[in-house]
Every structure is written in structure tokens, then in C-alpha cells.
């Protein structure tokens, strides 16, 4: 396989996500331009977004254009970037990514690297432990990540300490062995999971997607799996309308 292949799933995310972004920009011109108030009636939440391999936080931000309803008046997004690191499956070759890939695609029998894994974890709980802090319930803190930061996103509801608001994962995988199903805090298998996946995804297959919810089952955990036809290695708006109103409906009340 050569050098240019392995580097492929990373122009495909740009790609397919700027499409996303152009959609919100053109069609929702008035919507945007349009400023927050924060709202007393509103809980505050946070939202934590966890990019792919290669890619970086702020090329993500415009996703949360399309969260426009009252309830996410008094949402805080993060979307941090991961730092340069060598990847195995780019020859080694560093670049933006929360923890080390040995292969592409992935498959749900690909090798996992779970001492890096940990170790990316960790940073997303200091995240969430500081919103936490900062006075926001954890019950209202939500991790979302596609691909590479699907994985990490799953990885870290289910090894923090608390029941969070819920853990959406976009095209990713199970980054972690069965054994890892011990360390799971009894709090955390209570966080609810939402898990999207194109049928058509060659990056990571859509078979490493099936097998998430069995596994989470086995582990006690709640897993939503909703399945796209024809979408590849890309988030659809579609996905991310659904995705809306599932935060809503988790959302805990100010009062």
C-alpha cells in the first residue's frame, strides 16, 4: 500500500465534512448571524467534539451552527485539536491524532494500541472535569467524536467516574479489548450511547460499527445504533439533526 492510499481517509474527511459545513453556511445565512443570549430558563451544558485523524477542532466548529434550538442557549462547545503524533498506518509519518492507528480501514478485529488509548483518555477527562467544576451537571455533559475521535469518545464516557449526559460516536469503533469491560465505573455503563455509521463507510467499515452496540451489551451499556445507506466516511446533516434531538431529550432542567 502506498503512502498517498494511507493518507486518503484524511482528504476524505475534509472533504465530506466541508461539505457539511458549505450546507450550513448557504442555507442558514440569517440563522448565524444571529447572536446568542444566554438563557436563564435554559440548562447549561456542555458539548465536547472530538475531530478524525488529520483534522483539527476548529475546522469543526461550524457543526454547532445546526444546534438552534432554546435549549442550547446555554451550551458551551469545545472542540480542542489533537496533538502531532507518529501513526502506524502513515508509515509513521506524524500528524494531528488522539492516539495510534495500526491499520486502515478499520475493522472490528483491527489491532488496539489501549496504553496510547489511556493515555487520550486522560485529556478528556481533565476537559470534562474542569466544565464540571466550573458548575455544569454531569448529567449534561456530552462527548461527541467522529472516526478516530469516536473511538476516544466511547473510550472516555465509559472510564469516567460519573454518569454523563450521553457519548455520541460517528463512524468509529471499539477502541479496547473485553477486558477493558472490568474497568468500567458502574456509574459510567449508565451514560447512554448513540452510535451512527454509513453503510458505505470503506475507512471504517461499517462491520466495525455493527459490533460496537453487542459489545456495549455485554458491558450493561445502553447503545441507539442508527445505520445510513449509502453514506460513506462523512457526517451527514441528516446525522447531526438527529443528533440534536437526542441531546435535547437528555437534557436536565435548570429548575
Not at 494500541?113 to 481533565?126: R, Y
Not at 450521553?166 to 471499539?174: H, M, N, R
Request: some cysteine.
Amino acid at each position: 500500500m502506498q503512502p498517498m492510499l494511507l493518507k486518503k481517509p484524511t482528504v476524505l474527511l475534509a472533504v465530506t465534512l466541508g461539505s457539511t459545513i458549505i450546507f450550513v453556511l448557504f442555507f442558514q445565512p440569517s440563522r448565524l448571524s444571529s447572536s446568542r443570549k444566554p438563557d436563564s430558563m435554559a440548562a447549561r451544558s456542555f458539548v465536547l467534539w472530538l475531530h478524525g485523524l488529520g483534522d483539527s477542532g476548529p475546522a469543526n466548529e461550524p457543526i454547532k451552527t445546526l444546534f438552534r434550538s432554546p435549549e442550547f442557549r446555554n451550551t458551551k462547545w469545545s472542540f480542542p485539536s489533537a496533538p502531532e503524533n507518529a501513526v502506524t498506518c502513515n508509515y509513521g509519518m506524524r500528524m494531528p491524532s488522539w492516539f495510534d492507528i495500526h491499520e486502515i480501514p478499520v475493522t472490528a478485529d483491527s489491532p488496539k494500541d489501549e496504553s496510547d488509548l489511556l493515555k487520550a483518555v486522560q485529556n478528556v477527562h481533565t476537559m470534562i472535569d474542569k466544565e464540571v467544576a466550573a458548575g455544569t451537571d454531569p448529567n449534561n455533559v456530552f462527548v461527541c467524536g467522529f472516526s478516530q475521535g469516536g473511538a476516544l469518545t466511547l473510550a472516555s464516557v465509559l472510564l469516567y467516574p460519573k454518569k454523563l449526559g450521553g457519548g455520541a460516536v460517528f463512524s468509529g469503533w471499539v477502541p479496547f479489548n473485553s477486558s477493558m469491560i472490568k474497568k468500567f465505573p458502574e456509574d459510567a455503563k449508565k451514560t447512554p450511547i448513540l452510535w451512527s455509521h454509513g453503510m458505505a463507510d470503506r475507512t471504517v467499515l461499517f462491520e466495525a460499527g455493527q459490533a460496537g452496540p453487542p459489545f456495549l451489551e455485554q458491558a450493561g451499556v445502553s447503545c441507539e445504533f442508527k445505520a445510513y445507506p449509502g453514506l460513506g466516511h462523512s457526517i451527514s446533516n441528516e446525522e447531526l439533526q438527529f443528533l440534536e434531538s437526542w441531546i435535547k431529550t437528555r437534557l436536565q432542567s435548570s429548575s
